[in-house]
């Protein structure tokens, strides 16, 4: 039996164009069709997590397993909570797996975040003198894990933006310093860029190990990877 040729039409790429209109910049028009085109956007979408960035935690946490059930979490600039609803699940905060030991995950951003079953969520700056004690008096002791998909605003200028993100990453970590107890794990979003260097130094001294990994939730055009600091080494004397 022959066999019908196809023209392959058909096979055309289904990807979603978007049309530029009045009023809206070229660089809107973009994002808006990379949207429409990001399969983990529409995976989102159908899990239910609130943003794409779930699937980084997700896939970060497959490789180094720190979100383990019982596991005391504490997600800094948790808006809109992609993180926290990936948290509640692998630390079983709502004790949906019997006979496995249920976590706490609390939540902290400097806006309001729509409340998350199972997580803890209050507004806060992390970067305040007494944030450090507030979070230990919410998690009723120290954390098991600290981590962090914040990035500071975009000015436009890649190396301006590189070394806010640097900043606030080293912010991030020194918070971790004061909330983490002995053997935990530090995550954080970095921007490839040349100036992470003192970072590295720093965390290597804090942590047994360090490593660098850009998911692949991650776009590949974006210079965005995460560092993976394990094994908290504990508080050390000022003088060190």
Known sequence: MATK?????GQRDLRVKVKSARGRKLSSTLWLERQLNDPYVKRAQVEGYRGRAAFKILELDDKYRFLVPGARVVDLGCAPGGWCQVAVKRVNALGEKKGKAVGTILGVDLQEVEPIAGCEIHQLD??????????????????????SDMAAASSGHKQTDH???IALCEAAAYFAFDVLDEGGTFVAKVLAGGAEGELQKLLKQRFTKVANVKPP????????????????????DEEE
């Open 126 to 147: 992390f970067m305040e003198d007494d944030a450090d004690l507030k979070v230990k008096n919410w998690l009723g002791g120290q954390a098991d894990v600290v981590m």
């Open 163 to 165: 070394l806010r993100i």
């Open 5 to 9: 040729k196809t023209s392959g039409r």
């Open 217 to 236: 939730a991650s776009r590949s055009n974006s210079s965005e990877k995460f560092v993976v600091a394990t094994g908290f080494r504990g508080a050390v």
